[in-house]
């Protein structure tokens, strides 16, 4: 068996894993660093496969780039891991004893039982290009899930011509993030748009019938489509961790400067638990940013830095012409505020907890996450009355 040195080893070559390997390179240029990644494609943002590929606003898949002299392996899964001896085995058969390593392996996607063939659970850029090759405009598509990546999902198909059915358990969209009333208002938009909105429906099956697919839902009714995708959130991929005794809880448990159980070994992005130093809480938040910033810092960590992470990640969303961005927690069952400029077009909503602010969302609001980030923590206002967001006397 083969068995390669190197300096730094990182398994999982999405954002954390990319931007871990640039964190290294600032902090030690010229160390070896190799990246196994289980995917074939070369690294690429996971964010426009379900809104700007669709649109057009972005042309093609965006990359994003490695530094000078890292090695990336594509298609090279790694199975097994051997903290002791500082080794990870890959699916060809090879073996590499690291200096450092970094589990930057994301999530899976949740799936059905028995899934029928023309079901995509949608999460990479093979199941963008499927589901485009697989529907055309007028395809009936039916879409699973009403969180953020089925809500955006439902509208990149819609806005492309393909009729959309959108089937999930909540009344509303988002309903796990977005106020009842703003979630409830999102239903409606999306039926004003074309989208068979279907909330409060349950998927019990999905079986195939012809050339498409029935869905079938409880209470007995079937929904007939050309294809179904399937986006009703992620599992952390912590098996390899797992079944080498570091501490997984949901999540590869990480301390401040993202190493884990063995200090030798960091995790970051979607897979990662990290403490969220301004909340005293273990979170584990599956964004854009939380990925770019914790890989960047757990490649500088794994070269030495030894700094904390305190980053106080965002997220952003496209729906038809709406967009947000938001920062903190942003839970629905928290007590909300809102201060709308036109209801549910434009306006921020704050979530408090314990007497603070601890989600800001700002709905078609921009250039605020700065601000919106300083007051996370900060001590609500009684009432309704809201902290001066733009600094110009308006919320
Ligand atoms: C369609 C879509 C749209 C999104 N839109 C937004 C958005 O608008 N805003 C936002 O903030 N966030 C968005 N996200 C979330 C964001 O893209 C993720 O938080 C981010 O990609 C996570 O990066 P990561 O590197 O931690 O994990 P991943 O991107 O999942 O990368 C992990 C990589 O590791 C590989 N891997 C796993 N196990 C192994 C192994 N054993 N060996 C080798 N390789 C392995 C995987 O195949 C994968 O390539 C979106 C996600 C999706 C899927």
Redesign the pocket.
């Known amino acids: 068996m083969t068995v390669h040195q190197v300096d730094h080893l990182i398994?999982?070559?999405?954002?954390?894993?990319?931007e871990a390997a640039v964190g290294i390179a600032e902090v030690a240029p010229g160390a070896q660093v190799t990246l196994?990644?289980?995917?074939s494609e070369i690294?690429y943002?996971?964010?426009?496969?379900?809104?700007g590929l669709w649109t057009g606003a972005v042309p093609e898949p965006t990359h994003p780039e490695l530094p000078l002299g890292a090695t990336l392996l594509q298609g090279?899964?790694?199975?097994h891991l051997d903290p002791a001896g500082r080794r990870v085995t890959?699916d060809a058969g090879e073996s590499w004893q690291y200096g450092r390593l970094l589990l930057?392996?994301?999530?899976?996607p949740r799936r059905l039982a028995d899934p029928a063939e023309r079901v995509i659970h949608?999460?990479?850029l093979a199941d963008?290009r499927r589901l485009r090759e697989l529907t055309r405009e007028d395809s009936r598509v039916i879409v699973i899930g009403g969180g953020?990546?089925g809500a955006?999902?439902a509208a990149a198909l819609t806005l492309t011509g393909r009729r959309v059915t959108l089937l999930m358990p909540e009344p509303g969209l988002g309903a796990r993030v977005f106020p009842g009333d703003l979630s409830r208002h999102l239903a409606t938009e999306f039926t004003g748009r074309g989208v068979e909105v279907r909330g409060g429906t349950t998927v019990t099956g999905v079986r195939p019938s012809g050339d498409g697919v029935v869905v079938e839902v409880a209470g007995g009714a079937a929904i007939a489509g050309e294809l179904a995708v399937v986006a009703i959130g992620?599992e952390p991929?912590t098996?390899?961790a797992s079944r080498a005794g570091l501490r997984v809880e949901d999540g590869i448990v990480v301390g401040r400067d993202l190493a884990t159980s063995d200090a030798r070994v960091y995790a970051?992005?979607?897979?990662a638990r990290f403490p969220d130093a301004a909340r005293g809480v273990m979170r584990r938040?599956?964004?854009?940013?939380?990925?770019r910033h914790s890989?960047r810092q757990a490649g500088r960590n794994m070269a030495g830095a030894g700094e904390p992470y305190g980053h106080r990640p965002?997220?952003?969303?496209?729906l038809f012409d709406l967009g947000y961005e938001a920062v903190g927690d942003l839970d629905s069952r928290s007590r909300t505020v809102a201060a709308w400029r036109t209801p549910f077009r434009e306006g921020v909503v704050f979530y408090i907890g314990d007497g603070v602010i601890r989600g800001i969302l700002l709905w078609n609001t921009w250039n605020r996450v700065d601000r919106a980030r300083d007051l996370l923590g900060a001590p609500a206002p009684p009432g309704s009355a809201l902290p001066d967001l733009a600094g110009d006397g308006t919320p």
């Open positions: 398994v999982g070559a999405g954002l954390a894993g990319v196994l990644s289980a995917e690294p943002d996971r964010p426009p496969l379900s809104k090279r899964r790694a199975v890959d930057a392996t994301g999530g899976e949608f999460r990479t963008y953020f990546l955006e999902l992620i991929s098996g390899l970051a992005g979607d897979v938040v599956e964004h854009e940013d939380h990925a890989g965002m997220f952003y969303g496209d």
